[in-house]
T-cell receptor, first 117, second 112 residues
C-alpha cells in the first residue's frame, strides 16, 4: 500500500504557484520523498526527490517539514501543460545504505491538478 | 540521450493468447522495472530487473513473467490472457536499483 496521502484534486490559475501537499507520517529515516506526474495517457515523469532538505530544480521545488511527516511540491508558475496527476511516493534509496531490494515505486491515487486559464 | 522506448505501442489480443512486450532502456541504465496501469487499480509494480536478474516482484500471478538481456533491454510476457489484463504496461529504466526511474510511453494492451 502507498504510504502517502494526497488530496484527490486541486485547481490552480495559470501563472500562479501550484502547491501540492502530501502527508507521509510513517516515513522511515532511510526513505526519500519522490514526486512524479502523469499527463493523460503518457508515462509518469520524474519531477524531484529529497530526503530532509528542501530541493529545487528547473521544474519544481520540494519543501519537506522538519519532522519529515509531510511535504509540498511547488510549481512556481503553473501553465496549462502542468495539468496532470501528481504522485507523491516514499522510497528507500541506496545512498542511505539500505541493503534490500525494495526499490520499486508504490503509487497511490495522486492529486489531479487542473490548471485553468 | 534517447528516452525509454517500448514496442509495440498498441496491441489487441484475444483471451487465451499470449503476448510479449519489449522495452529498451536509456543508454547506460542497468535497471528496468515494469508497471501495469488500469483505471480500477491504478499503477501497480510488476517486477524489476538489474544486471539480467529479477530483483523484486509485485503481487501478480505467474502468467506474468519477464527477463532482461545483457544489453539491459527487457521483455515481459503474459500468457493465457484474460480480459482483466487489458491495461497500459509501462517500463521504467534507471541507472541503478534505487535511482530515479524514467518511464517510457507504455504499451496499451487490449484483450477481447
Amino acid at each position: 500500500d502507498a504510504k502517502t496521502t494526497q488530496p484527490p484534486s486541486m485547481d490552480c490559475a495559470e501563472g500562479r504557484a501550484a502547491n501540492l501537499p502530501c502527508n507521509h507520517s510513517t516515513i522511515s529515516g532511510n526513505e526519500y520523498v519522490y514526486w512524479y506526474r502523469q499527463i493523460h495517457s503518457q508515462g509518469p515523469q520524474y519531477i524531484i526527490h529529497g530526503l530532509k532538505n528542501n530541493e529545487t530544480n528547473e521544474m519544481a521545488s520540494l519543501i519537506i517539514t522538519e519532522d519529515r511527516k509531510s511535504s509540498t511540491l511547488i510549481l512556481p508558475h503553473a501553465t496549462l501543460r502542468d495539468t496532470a496527476v501528481y504522485y507523491c511516493i516514499v522510497r528507500v534509496d541506496s545512498l542511505s545504505g539500505y541493503g534490500g531490494s525494495q526499490g520499486n515505486l508504490i503509487f497511490g491515487k495522486g492529486t489531479k491538478l487542473s490548471v485553468k486559464p | 540521450k534517447a528516452g525509454v522506448t517500448q514496442t509495440p505501442r498498441y496491441l489487441i489480443k484475444t483471451r487465451g493468447q499470449q503476448v510479449t512486450l519489449s522495452c529498451s532502456p536509456i543508454s547506460g541504465h542497468r535497471s528496468v522495472s515494469w508497471y501495469q496501469q488500469t483505471p480500477g487499480q491504478g499503477l501497480q509494480f510488476l517486477f524489476e530487473y538489474f544486471s539480467e536478474t529479477q530483483r523484486n516482484k509485485g503481487n501478480f500471478p505467474g502468467r506474468f513473467s519477464g527477463r532482461q538481456f545483457s544489453n539491459s533491454r527487457s521483455e515481459m510476457n503474459v500468457s493465457t490472457l484474460e480480459l482483466g489484463d487489458s491495461a497500459l504496461y509501462l517500463c521504467a529504466s534507471s541507472p541503478g536499483l534505487y535511482n530515479e526511474q524514467f518511464f517510457g510511453p507504455g504499451t496499451r494492451l487490449t484483450v477481447l
